[in-house]
């Protein structure tokens, strides 16, 4: 009931788009910049847009000649890995790395600024207090009402519930 309400507005539907959208392209984000970091630990600064811009900045201005020589001077080894390994699938990756606490709250924080989460919270409010609920979905038959009559009634707020979009089915 819900989901056929919230996808019969235009409004909200295309707030939980563009909400989902936002969502998805901060964890491709996070998901990118994590393995291309030194650090494996999520942190703020790599969600901020200017994330690669700053850690570029933060080299040139400690001495770039001295990090490069540094780098050029180490040995690194190269590893052969075996064939028989098989790197995790990029899914299981993703599950893995959504599963990480500080992950979901670093999105949220973030989420919290997108403008379709107001769109969405107005309209939750609006079907608390039953705004753009069918009347025939509160009451079975408006001939059971009296006529001319003051139409005041209690909806348990469990029904209410169900008129809200869930995620998933």
């Not at 001295?66 to 098989?86: C, D, G, P």
């Amino acid at each position: 009931m819900g989901r056929s309400l919230g996808l019969a507005d235009d409004n909200f539907a295309q707030a939980v788009s563009k909400l989902r959208k936002a969502a998805n392209d901060m964890v491709s984000v996070l998901y990118t910049r994590l393995k291309a970091s030194t650090t494996k630990q999520p942190t703020e600064d790599l969600l901020h847009p200017q994330h690669f811009k700053n850690k570029f900045d933060d080299f040139l201005s400690n001495d770039p000649k001295a990090q490069m020589k540094t780098l050029l001077a180490t040995k690194t080894t190269v590893s052969v890995k075996s064939t028989n390994e098989v790197p995790p699938p990029p899914v299981d990756m993703l599950k893995k790395l959504l599963q990480d606490k500080t992950v979901r709250k670093l999105i949220a924080t973030h989420l919290q600024k997108e403008a379709s989460i107001q769109a969405i919270q107005e309209w939750s409010k609006k079907i608390q207090y039953l705004n753009r609920i069918p009347f025939d979905h509160l009451v079975p038959d408006p001939r059971m009402l009296p006529v001319e009559s003051l139409r005041l009634f209690y909806v348990d707020s469990d029904n209410v519930i169900i008129y809200m979009p869930r995620q998933g089915g």
